[in-house]
């Protein structure tokens, strides 16, 4: 026999946090392996994204599915399975970037692994606010989930044009240094990569926070249609 | 207990309005102040816990509650404009207008075709071709000719349960009624049949005004255009369907449909 619907929906909101948790790590394992040019936790970070989110993300829908054909649910326990499904899917897919950021790293080590540890290549410091800012959206987000409030999500959705215009910077910033250091056009492409990842995270988060407005309030903010 | 304004939605030009109803059986109360319009050709269902006087309101619309001892009703019904607790008012002319369905079929044990002309017998009818075409035409209307065209005479008790609430279905349209009242049509019967009779009640709708009462909140938000929640008596949120039953107003209202409730 089933469980009941609110215990259901403790146990399924017990997962994303976990599932947040996991990734959120993941996040910065991944920054950590770029700024501190560790080949080693880099593929920890891919090993993690693989063997652990997909997994926990395939167990969420699966628990969303069943839930909704046992107990048909309406009203506030609709919307919230209707946010958990996309919220999974936005994590899934943060974990995926995590993982293209953790990958990036990988293979600048394997193109040339004496110049990539020496001190001639190092993360602009103008990531570090990007990373800081993605990283502060990202616990957000999850907080706002957790403690179901709505004002913290509309914070977070207006905070996405802060990383926006960062990912801009450092795409100007990055283009000037190639054209003055071509020798170094390589590690600074995937740098550029790395930033589009970061800024694509931050639009997860956004989408979360929607979710969230959605699932608190009943109306649908995405596309900047309330914002 | 007061309830918010947009809590019940008004309706432009309803067909049945509903004004400060109040009703006592002696000194209880069983309905207090419901005032809320219905629009006419569409689904509106009623719903809330046991004992909310969902059917209890269903029968003031066609006055089965008159005989109720000790009965007493306060405020306005009014139907196309016309106050249908008017001492004045045809009672069997209401009752024509405003057709009723069970919880529990009620065929009368008589052949099924005599079963659909009641009715009309009663009005006075008796030309056979009338009678005929209205047979036919109520049968299909209630999905139920393609069953029984060939066994018109036979007795309407040898039909399944399924059968027969459609063939009171049928009983009932044969008036040609405006308003179908269904008090649980479907609580007594298997899901397939539960299903036919959904699908009859979509087939209908646009036709006639229908107002159900059901327990099962799943076919209130499948087969209704609005519905109204109920409880102890009260109105407590009234609107479409689809907003009641993924964004509703009253806490009240998410806590029954959600199964929070008590």
């Known amino acids: 026999m089933a469980p009941n619907i609110q215990t259901e ?20 394992c991944a920054i950590k392996a770029l700024i501190e040019k560790n080949p080693d936790l880099a593929y920890q970070v891919m090993q993690t994204d693989r063997v652990e989110v997909d997994s926990i993300e395939i167990d969420v829908e699966e628990a969303c599915l069943r839930i909704m054909a046992l107990h048909q649910p309406v009203a506030s326990d609709l919307r919230f399975l209707v946010t958990v499904l996309k919220v999974n899917s936005d994590l899934e897919r943060i974990g995926d970037l995590v993982a293209k950021i ?11 692994p004496v110049k990539f540890l020496s001190d001639s290549m190092q993360v602009p410091e103008m990531f570090n606010e990007m990373f800081d800012k993605t990283l502060c959206m990202f616990r957000q ?19 996405d044009d802060e990383v926006d215009k960062a990912k801009r910077t450092i795409y100007n910033e990055l283009e000037e240094i190639i054209m003055s250091t071509p020798a170094q056009h390589v590690y600074l492409a995937k740098l550029l990569s790395v930033a589009r990842s970061t800024e694509r995270i931050a639009d997860h988060c956004t989408n979360i926070c929607e979710d969230i407005i959605y ?3 009943g109306k649908i903010v995405r596309h900047n249609m309330v914002l | 207990m007061s309830h918010s304004a947009t809590a019940i939605m008004s309706i432009e030009k309803p067909q049945v309005e509903v004004e400060h109803l109040n009703l006592f059986y002696g000194n209880s109360q069983a309905l207090t102040d419901m005032s809320f319009g219905i629009p006419a050709s569409q689904v509106t269902a009623l719903i809330g816990p046991s004992g909310c006087g969902k059917s209890t309101f269903l029968r003031c619309i066609n006055r089965m509650n008159d005989l109720v001892e000790g009965l007493r009703i306060e405020g306005s019904i009014t139907i196309d404009g016309e106050n249908i607790n008017d001492p004045s008012l045809d009672v069997i002319e209401l009752r024509r207008k405003v057709g009723m369905v069970f919880q529990k079929w009620n065929p009368f044990p008589k052949s099924i075709y005599e079963n659909v002309i009641y009715g009309l017998r009663i009005a006075g009818i008796k030309e056979r071709g009338v009678l005929d075409q209205a047979v036919e035409q109520s049968l299909k209307r209630a999905a139920l000719w393609d069953e029984v065209k060939d066994r018109l005479q036979q007795s309407a008790m040898g039909l399944s349960g399924g059968q027969m609430q459609r063939l009171c279905i049928a009983r009932a349209v044969a008036v040609n009624p405006e308003i179908i009242l269904m008090d649980e049509p479907c609580s007594a019967l298997d899901p397939r049949s539960t299903s036919r009779i959904e699908e009859l009640i979509r087939e209908l709708r646009g036709e006639y005004t229908i107002i159900i009462v059901t327990h099962n909140m799943q076919q209130a938000a499948r087969i209704s255009d609005y519905t109204a929640y109920m409880y102890l008596g009260e109105l407590i949120e009234y609107g479409p369907t689809q907003k009641l039953f993924t964004v509703p107003e009253r806490k009240e209202t998410e806590d029954y449909i959600t199964g929070r409730f008590g």
Do not use: R, S
């Not at chain 1, 929906?9 to 910065?28: A, M, P, R, S």
């Not at chain 1, 953790?102 to 040339?112: F, I, Q």
């Not at chain 1, 999850?142 to 207006?158: G, H, P, Q, R």
């Open chain 1, 141 to 159: 987000a999850m907080e706002a989930f957790i403690n179901e409030d709505t004002d913290l999500a509309y914070k977070v959705c207006l905070a």
């Open chain 1, 102 to 112: 953790a990958d990036k790293v990988l293979l600048l080590y394997k193109l040339d």
């Open chain 1, 9 to 28: 929906i403790e146990t399924l909101k017990g997962h994303i946090v976990y599932l947040g948790t996991v990734v959120e790590e993941n996040l910065q």
């Open chain 1, 215 to 217: 699932m608190q309030q």
